[in-house]
């Protein structure tokens, strides 16, 4: 890990002050203005909470508890922002008053670039009514295809060529080639990729081309298994880092486990138990840790054991978007942590002791926003 400590980034016009930046270490002059490019669609999630069960036809089920934040993309997206990452995305946005919610979220409330996206008139935004229950959720999801850009793809309008970055983000969808990636590789940018479920069964691996321009590939267990034909998550992650330097292989419950095809170093790290309230965009949380940890040039084990407590701390709010923890509450759970006379504590502090020469002060430390039951509330006059 890069000696010294983060230190607080310059804030940028119209965006909130970040509380600390994980690669002020790292940084020179000629460093691209982007750390992070992402693209994909965003959604307006409406999240209902808890239910006793799943709903029943025919019958009408009361949620004791609801909130409204973006969805799709913008859970990437605002993870990334809140771990100190000057994050751009280019989406598609909807001329209503849900694509105006989302922009104003995204762009003020987490100073997330979006220079690369673009509001369509007269189209609306997809929607998402996301059911949780049992630690588990049930979506419903209604939306069209965005229209295409009026302009051509000529290297300065994304996705056709994304800006230059440290790195990109990429959602890899089984027969659908992603032409961006080997651009965004040309000029630099380590790509990470994590994959959709495959609806039509075949899960061939030639649908993976695309890691040949990636640096990580993160799938979850299922996925890693049933692309490589394996039966062990541990054996998935051996044999993906064949194709892609490094394989992570999310676990659920056992935690994550990542193999280094460059250097044959692996590791694995167990989740942290905690009481789930709305598992919404925790994988979408668990990269944007890994991808931070990664930039700040942290050992494999710490990049994967801070994966797996942002993915944690999420689970513990409802929303997709804006259940991604930021360093308020690392650094509370953290002193939680440190004050706990468990030995259970004591194994966890262990794993965790390298956060003492990353997190800020808590002092510094604000509460990010929260999924609020509604959007657009009048003011009085």
Same mark, same amino acid.
């Given at each position: 890990m890069s000696a010294g400590r983060p230190q607080q980034q310059p804030v940028r016009q119209g965006a909130p002050a970040p509380v600390l930046d994980p690669l002020a270490?790292?940084?020179?002059?000629? &460093? #691209?203005?982007? &750390?992070?490019?992402?693209?994909?669609? =965003?959604?307006?999630?409406? /999240?209902?909470?808890?239910?006793?069960?799943?709903?029943? %036809?025919?019958?009408?089920?009361?949620?004791?508890?609801?909130?409204?934040?973006?969805?799709?993309?913008?859970?990437?997206?605002?993870?990334?922002?809140?771990?100190? $990452?000057?994050?751009? $995305?280019?989406?598609?946005f909807g001329d209503d008053m849900y694509g105006e919610y989302c922009w104003d979220a995204l762009?003020?409330?987490?100073? /997330?670039?979006?220079?690369?996206?673009?509001? /369509?008139?007269?189209?609306?935004?997809?929607?998402? =009514?996301?059911?949780?229950?049992?630690?588990?959720?049930?979506?419903?999801?209604?939306?069209?295809?965005a229209p295409p850009p009026d302009t051509a793809f000529d290297g300065g309008h994304a996705p056709g060529c994304p800006p230059p970055s440290r790195a990109c983000v990429a959602s890899l969808v089984p027969g659908r080639p992603e032409?961006?990636?080997?651009?965004?590789?040309a000029r630099g940018s380590r790509i990470f990729a994590d994959v959709g479920w495959d609806d039509t069964?075949?899960?061939?691996?030639?649908?993976?081309?695309? *890691?040949?321009?990636?640096e990580a590939f993160l799938p979850n267990a299922e996925e890693a298994m049933r692309?490589?034909?394996?039966?062990?998550?541990?054996?998935?992650? %051996?044999?993906l880092a064949e194709r892609v330097p490094l394989a992570v292989v999310t676990m659920g419950s056992e935690g994550a486990c990542a193999v280094d095809g460059r250097t044959g170093e692996s590791a694995e790290v167990p989740? /942290?138990?905690?009481?789930?309230? &709305?598992?919404?965009?925790?994988?979408d949380v668990f990269v944007a840790g890994f991808v931070t940890g990664t930039l700040?040039?942290?050992?494999?084990? &710490?990049r994967l054991a801070f994966a797996g407590l942002t993915a944690a701390l999420s689970v513990q709010e409802f929303g997709g978007s804006l259940a991604a923890p930021g360093w308020a509450e690392i650094v509370a759970?953290?002193?939680? *942590?440190?004050?706990?006379?468990? #030995?259970?504590?004591? =194994?966890?502090?262990?794993?965790?002791?390298?956060?003492?020469? =990353? $997190?800020p002060a808590p002092g510094r430390c604000t509460p990010p926003a929260r999924a609020v039951p509604t959007i657009g509330f009048r003011r009085p006059a």
């Open positions: 270490s790292l940084r020179t002059d000629g &460093d #691209p203005a982007t &750390d992070v490019y992402l693209t994909g669609t =965003v959604f307006l999630d409406i /999240i209902l909470t808890g239910l006793d069960s799943a709903p029943v %036809r025919g019958t009408e089920s009361w949620a004791r508890g609801m909130g409204s934040s973006p969805g799709g993309v913008a859970n990437m997206a605002t993870a990334l922002a809140r771990l100190g $990452l000057r994050t751009s $995305l280019a989406a598609a762009s003020h409330g987490e100073g /997330i670039d979006l220079t690369y996206s673009r509001t /369509i008139p007269g189209w609306h935004s997809p929607v998402t =009514v996301s059911m949780a229950y049992e630690g588990e959720r049930t979506m419903v999801s209604h939306g069209h295809e032409a961006w990636l080997a651009c965004a590789a069964g075949r899960w061939d691996p030639a649908d993976l081309d695309g *890691l040949a321009h990636c692309y490589t034909r394996t039966s062990d998550p541990r054996a998935a992650a %051996r044999k989740a /942290i138990a905690v009481e789930a309230l &709305d598992p919404t965009g925790a994988g700040a040039d942290w050992p494999l084990a &710490d759970w953290w002193q939680r *942590l440190r004050a706990d006379g468990a #030995p259970a504590a004591g =194994v966890l502090r262990d794993r965790y002791a390298f956060l003492d020469a =990353v $997190l």
